[in-house]
T-cell receptor
Framework: GAVVSQHPSRVICKSGTSVKIECRSLDFQATTMFWYRQFPKQSLMLMATSNEGSKATYEQGVEKDKFLINHASLTLSTLTVTSAHPEDSSFYIC???????????FGDGTRLSIL | AQKVTQAQTEISVVEKEDVTLDCVYETRDTTYYLFWYKQPPSGELVFLIRRNSFDEQNEISGRYSWNFQKSTSSFNFTITASQVVDSAVYFCALSEGSSNTGKLIFGQGTTLQVKP
């Protein structure tokens, strides 16, 4: 079945560091990928929709300059948390599907801890 | 506006009990898709089922069954003879047909604890 790979699975770094998270669709092409953020004991909050070859669409309240998204190919989207601070610590998870209406396949998530 | 409500925040049962997780949705679209995902403690999301709005047939997969009722805008999930390995957070989600991206709207999630 379709698989989405997310890397790294865990990051611990100092405040002010920029962190890049990769999301790859391994056996299908994805013109659209999604980035979510999840705080402990809460639901997934959609941050942005990543569109291959064009700008990402950000949800209300999500800072574009803080969370940079690049979707340069049909199998790779990256999320860069720029100048991360402790409040950016969270679980970030990406997803993609082969077609609209089909199940989203999720990466295993990245646990980001900013000291 | 689109919305998914999982009113049960936490449920605790003893192994072998049956348990139903509720999901109520709101949408103005006539075409939409409903999903259930499982999130075990390790964090990954596991796809369980997809239903489109034109298919109200209930489904059974092993110990899992789903009841889709358009009249009440509900898509409930039942685990029969629960096991400790069923302990996880379960999310119900909606994707509207009018969406040109297929983005998911998640419910708040229900934490299921199955005790031995």
């Amino acid at each position: 079945g379709a698989v989405v790979s997310q890397h790294p699975s865990r990051v611990i770094c100092k405040s002010g560091t920029s962190v890049k998270i990769e999301c790859r669709s391994l056996d299908f092409q994805a013109t659209t990928m999604f980035w979510y953020r999840q705080f402990p004991k809460q639901s997934l909050m959609l941050m942005a929709t990543s569109n291959e070859g064009s700008k990402a669409t950000y949800e209300q309240g999500v800072e574009k300059d803080k969370f940079l998204i690049n979707h340069a190919s049909l199998t790779l989207s990256t999320l860069t948390v720029t100048s991360a601070h402790p409040e950016d610590s969270s679980f970030y998870i990406c997803s993609a599907s082969e077609m609209i209406g089909q199940p989203q396949h999720f990466g295993d998530g990245t646990r980001l801890s900013i000291l | 506006a689109q919305k998914v409500t999982q009113a049960q925040t936490e449920i605790s049962v003893v192994e072998k009990e049956d348990v139903t997780l509720d999901c109520v949705y709101e949408t103005r679209d006539t075409t939409y898709y409903l999903f259930w995902y499982k999130q075990p403690p390790s964090g990954e999301l596991v796809f369980l089922i997809r239903r489109n709005s034109f298919d109200e047939q209930n489904e059974i997969s092993g110990r899992y069954s789903w009841n889709f009722q358009k009249s009440t805008s509900s898509f409930n999930f039942t685990i029969t003879a629960s096991q400790v390995v069923d302990s996880a957070v379960y999310f119900c989600a909606l994707s509207e047909g009018s969406s040109n991206t297929g983005k998911l709207i998640f419910g708040q999630g229900t934490t299921l604890q199955v005790k031995p």
